[in-house]
């Protein structure tokens, strides 16, 4: 039984440590295109100096691309840090270590109840980054289909890998938060059984 | 040890590293307590007879009993409980 509590155990860490880094690579990307989008229409700004009201909503989209995405990659590796350290124990675990593996078991409780809300907001941020760049890829599309886009002959790739990119990134940004959900709804209910256990072991305590 | 134990996990953790006797100072390094709230669990464990103090070529230990037996196996039935069905998150 232990051996198979284990694997479950293993696969689980693994699957989250997964959609941790799924959300580094969102947050890098998120980063990137938003520097991507704004910055060309402000190098007037840089270049000459001058400011007109209309870069004002460039500038809000980079400042705030660069906040969200900032947030994004420190929240996921911090996560990432504490959860890599459990990871990396029970890698080192043999099927009968029983109380390495309760110990394990434990800790990842400890870590979920910890990060919490840090891991619902994940998700939050994960949406509204999927939305923003679905957003951004809508005039690429119009631009493409229309044929004004300003680049041409070879540079056409260049604008189709990063229509492709907004689209896979801003699809992929909206599905992690239905992974994020999903694994909430396992731990909370994981949460709820350990209160069960928490009656049981005080009457023990009390007897 | 980092995040949110109950005390009853942080009971669990004591008295399992406690098999071997250990002195107060490494149960609370090895628990990530601080030295009151470790005095406090540890005292509460002793009092119901879960911990035995006891001394040894001069050092102060403490050992799990067995009157912890029903407390830590209910513990560990439960737990892996958590694990038994699934994997309920997979990628």
Redesign the interface.
Known sequence: MEQSTLNRIKIEMQSFKGLIITNLIGAAFALAFSMAFGIPKLIPLLTEGTFEIGQIPYLGLIVAGFVIGISWITRSAELMSEHDDLVTELEELGPSDDEEIISIIVQSLAFYRENQTKIRQLGIVGRIVGIFLILTAIPQIQALLSGVYPLGNWMIIGQLFGLIGSLGVGIAGLYVPTLINRFSEKWDARLSSTEVAEERLDRILRE | ??????Q??I???IL?YCRNPRTFTSIIHRCSLNSKIGQEHIGFLEN?GYLRRFEEEGQKLLKTTDVAK??LD???E???????R??????
Do not use: N, V
Not at chain 2, 1 to 6: D, S
Not at chain 2, 78 to 84: D, I, K, R, T, V
């Open positions: 040890m980092k995040g949110k134990r109950t009853f996990e009971y669990w953790e399992t119901k029903p407390f209910a513990f560990k439960m737990y892996l409980e958590l694990f038994s699934g994997p309920d998150f997979k990628l």
